[in-house]
């Protein structure tokens, strides 16, 4: 297949979705009639994309099955085993996300294992691990967003906490400063996990209600009330006090390695990960918590995440750099005239238009196609290096040489 081919994609309607995000960008009416969460552009199992191929709608993954040197590139199709190694996403949180973290490598290929071998089916509530993959990720702001990525310092946790007199509303809120900053930051949250639930529900509203009082001290401190409205009682309702407090501004972008624990709590944006759908989730969810699993695979250090503003290549393509080696993430904006993105060996490609109306076109004798505001293309490895004309702005989704 060498052609570029449009993508019908599947829109996800979780409840902390936006009712006008994705539905304007889609130039569809608002508000939505339900809560649109996520819109996938890929090969998922759970929500595939189709594509219009010799005159017929077919699925990406059944497509890739049989032509997948054609469609994915023979190294992509060698390295990642067949499969297209990403997950294309649109996400619109109008309310916070569950708190969570997913596996490494060999946490998710041992915890597959592991729960295959209990015999526990792939769709049971119970499952932490539906495939064999692990699920870094790179976020990238469409309109400001906020979000909770990693832990903070002990010593600024311990701060915040005695402000809102923490512990004296109970002894589990002093961090210890005898042991090295990571086991500290593992038995508070391994303590907090432990409270009875009727304790914790007590202890969450106090401080919730010390949170609301000094609200107009910081944004913090607003999320901290914010959540006890939404989750009253979970412990989540107090992560804004030991995770670190992330704005992304339009353009800017944050990369998640495995193990980080993380929130996503407001903002539209894209999102581009391994294609994996292994969550654990640690609060702020009305979904399974399986405390033990969270801390087995939970990262503990303290680590400063940076913030990603894109590396500008000569032809004006914008790249955002990450260690991850299924996917790299580019935005290509073109203000009217043309521009042919950057290649390295043939490999399949997904692009989504954000604004305008831009052309896709091979350099060649395939056929290309016009893209306008939320629709996406295909392109397939065999189409080889392609020019993008007109004026708007295309993400592209790309595995990297």
């Known amino acids: 297949m060498r052609d570029v081919a449009l993508l019908e994609n599947r829109i996800q309607e979780y409840d902390w979705g936006s009712h006008t995000a994705i539905a304007e960008l889609l130039g569809e009416r608002t508000p939505s009639v339900n809560p649109q969460a996520e819109l996938w552009m890929g090969a998922h199992p759970r929500a595939p994309s189709r594509v219009t191929a010799a005159g017929e709608s077919v699925s990406l993954p059944d497509l890739i099955a049989a032509e997948p040197a054609s469609i994915l590139g023979e190294r992509v199709d060698r390295d990642h085993a067949g499969r297209l190694p990403f997950l294309f996403k649109l996400i619109a949180a109008a309310r916070p996300l569950s708190i969570q973290t997913h596996p490494d490598a060999a946490g998710a290929r041992e915890g597959f294992e592991r729960e295959n071998a209990l015999g526990i089916p792939l769709d049971a509530p119970e499952r932490n691990y539906r495939d064999a993959s692990h699920k870094p990720e790179i976020i990238c702001a469409l309109t400001r967003?906020?979000?909770?990525?990693?832990?903070?310092?002990?010593?600024?946790?311990?701060?915040?906490?005695?402000?809102?007199?923490?512990?004296?509303?109970?002894?589990?809120?002093?961090?210890?400063?005898?042991?090295?900053?990571?086991?500290?930051?593992?038995?508070?949250?391994?303590?907090?996990?432990?409270?009875?639930?009727?304790?914790?529900?007590?202890?969450?509203?106090?401080?919730?209600?010390?949170?609301?009082?000094?609200?107009?001290?910081?944004?913090?401190?607003?999320?901290?009330?914010?959540?006890?409205?939404?989750?009253?009682?979970?412990?989540?309702?107090?992560?804004?006090?030991?995770?670190?407090?992330?704005?992304?501004?339009?353009?800017?972008?944050?990369?998640?390695?495995?193990?980080?624990?993380?929130?996503?709590?407001?903002?539209?944006?894209?999102?581009?990960?391994?294609?994996?759908?292994?969550?654990?989730?640690?609060?702020?969810?009305?979904?399974?918590?399986?405390?033990?699993?969270?801390?087995?695979?939970?990262?503990?250090?303290?680590?400063?995440?940076?913030?990603?503003?894109?590396?500008?290549?000569?032809?004006?393509?914008?790249?955002?750099?990450?260690?991850?080696?299924?996917?790299?993430?580019?935005?290509?904006?073109?203000?009217?005239?043309?521009?042919?993105?950057?290649?390295?060996?043939?490999?399949?490609?997904?692009?989504?238009?954000?604004?305008?109306?831009?052309?896709?076109?091979?350099?060649?004798?395939?056929?290309?196609?016009?893209l306008v505001s939320g629709r996406s293309c295909l392109v397939p490895a065999e189409a080889g290096p392609y020019r993008v004309s007109g004026s708007g702005t295309l993400y592209r989704a790309c595995v990297p040489d």
């Open 145 to 370: 967003f906020r979000a909770l990525r990693g832990f903070r310092p002990p010593s600024e946790i311990r701060q915040s906490l005695d402000e809102l007199g923490a512990s004296a509303v109970d002894p589990v809120f002093t961090l210890q400063s005898d042991v090295p900053p990571a086991r500290a930051l593992e038995r508070f949250l391994a303590d907090l996990f432990r409270l009875p639930v009727a304790r914790r529900e007590t202890v969450v509203a106090e401080l919730a209600r010390e949170a609301a009082h000094r609200a107009g001290e910081g944004d913090t401190l607003s999320w901290v009330a914010r959540l006890q409205e939404l989750y009253p009682g979970d412990i989540g309702v107090v992560a804004p006090l030991f995770l670190r407090d992330i704005t992304l501004e339009p353009g800017q972008a944050m990369f998640l390695p495995a193990r980080a624990f993380h929130c996503y709590l407001t903002g539209f944006g894209i999102e581009l990960m391994a294609n994996s759908d292994n969550v654990l989730r640690g609060g702020l969810t009305n979904k399974r918590v399986d405390v033990g699993e969270v801390m087995r695979v939970l990262d503990f250090e303290s680590r400063d995440f940076p913030i990603l503003v894109p590396r500008v290549l000569p032809n004006g393509e914008e790249v955002y750099d990450s260690p991850a080696r299924e996917f790299r993430l580019s935005r290509l904006r073109v203000p009217g005239g043309e521009m042919v993105p950057g290649f390295g060996e043939p490999g399949c490609e997904l692009l989504l238009c954000t604004e305008g109306g831009l052309r896709v076109e091979p350099i060649g004798a395939a056929k290309g196609l016009e």
